[in-house]
Nanobody, 125 residues
Framework: QVQLVESGGGLVQPGGSLRLSCAAS????????MGWYRQAPGKQRELVAT???????NYIDSVKGRFAISRDNAENTVYLQMNSLKPGDTAVYYC???????????????????WGQGTQVTVSS
């Protein structure tokens, strides 16, 4: 079981910045594809950004040029730097991991989804 704990959410004015962090448990963090999702009130959860084990990144169009996902494998942490925030970015942000279930360094052949509990980001003046 991979446990994910997000932090860094809060209230920010339009045009401001926030940095979300997600700390992961376990010894195999470096092999997981990590991502950030968000869910606004009354809307479906959507993928915001992903970063692969090799460091390749992908973003939805609405955040390109404003958000940056990164990872620190030594710290078992993934980050989401959010700049030029807009009211439309208001949502609960969830950290996601995709990878095998591992016990120590012994891992399953199947991949599983792991989720954090979410952190609220509110962009408002």
């Amino acid at each position: 079981q991979v446990q994910l704990v997000e932090s860094g959410g809060g209230l920010v004015q339009p045009g401001g910045s926030l940095r979300l962090s997600c700390a992961a448990s376990g010894s195999m963090f470096s092999i997981y594809t990590m991502g950030w999702y968000r869910q606004a009130p009354g809307k479906q959860r959507e993928l915001v950004a992903t970063i692969s084990s090799s460091g390749s990144t992908n973003y939805i169009d609405s955040v390109k040029g404003r958000f940056a996902i990164s990872r620190d494998n030594a710290e078992n942490t993934v980050y989401l730097q959010m700049n030029s925030l807009k009211p439309g970015d208001t949502a609960v942000y969830y950290c996601h991991a995709l990878g095998p279930l591992c016990s120590g360094y012994v891992c399953s052949t199947d991949n599983f989804d792991f989720w954090g509990q979410g952190t609220q980001v509110t962009v408002s003046s």
